[in-house]
């Protein structure tokens, strides 16, 4: 009976923060429109707030690649990923000093993050098929399918067209790309802080627990000792 309860309460957990998620993007577009009187422009809440789950998202493999060497391949190849879509969605900072320069530091960072992978293939192989296999992979998955495919189908100018025709107004087009842009983040940023929080903490675990066993041996072997006195 207590296994049921608890399997049950680890589900509605999991359904509530789900709803938060799904929610978040939608409560930010609301507050740009109806709070700020923004038209979720280039620095609108919802535009930052991307920007700012991306930020969390690199930290997050980066973190976990400081943290676990075996995991290190894949988390620096991860964290250069998301790293130059941060820098492509910062174009127009960068265009301020030279126009392109994004694109040169794109090429740089995948060019360093896949070398530094390459040099050890086989355990970059190894932990990123580890993360494969694990549940935040198919979050990640899913945000990256409705980043890179849904909100670009979803926000073509043709398709809005034939929708509103002559009441065609940009913004409109706009919101719904940008809100399921943010949405895709979320998961996305959710789903790498969760990987790197559990691998940390499995290797603290681990840790902990050789800890444990080479106080009890060494507790063993001074008994012993003192047993021969």
Known sequence: MEK?????????????????VMATPVALLYADIQLL???VGEWSLVELTQLGFLVATVLAFVRLA??????????????????????????????LLFR????ILVAA????????????R????????????????????????LLLIYSRL?????????????????VFKNAAEECTELLAYTLIMASALTYAAQRIREQRKALAARGHARAGAA????????GRH
Request: proline share 1%; aromatic share 8%; with cysteine.
């Open 66 to 95: 400081r943290a676990r060497a075996d995991e290190r391949g894949f988390a620096v190849l991860a964290a250069g990923f998301f790293g130059c879509m941060l820098i492509r969605e910062l174009d127009a900072v960068w265009d």
């Open 100 to 103: 392109g320069l994004w694109s």
């Open 219 to 226: 507790l063993l072997q001074a008994r012993r000792a003192s």
């Open 154 to 170: 979803f926000g073509m100018t043709t398709l809005w067209h034939g929708l509103l025709a002559e009441n065609y107004v940009r």
């Open 4 to 20: 049921q309860r608890h399997i049950l309460l680890a589900h509605l957990g999991r359904s509530a923060l789900l709803a938060l």
């Open 109 to 120: 960072l995948a060019a360093a993050s896949l070398g530094y992978a390459l040099r050890q």
């Open 37 to 39: 009187g923004d038209d």
């Open 122 to 145: 086989q355990a970059t192989l190894d932990a990123t098929a580890r993360f494969l296999r694990s549940r935040p992979a198919a979050v990640m998955t899913i945000g990256l399918v």
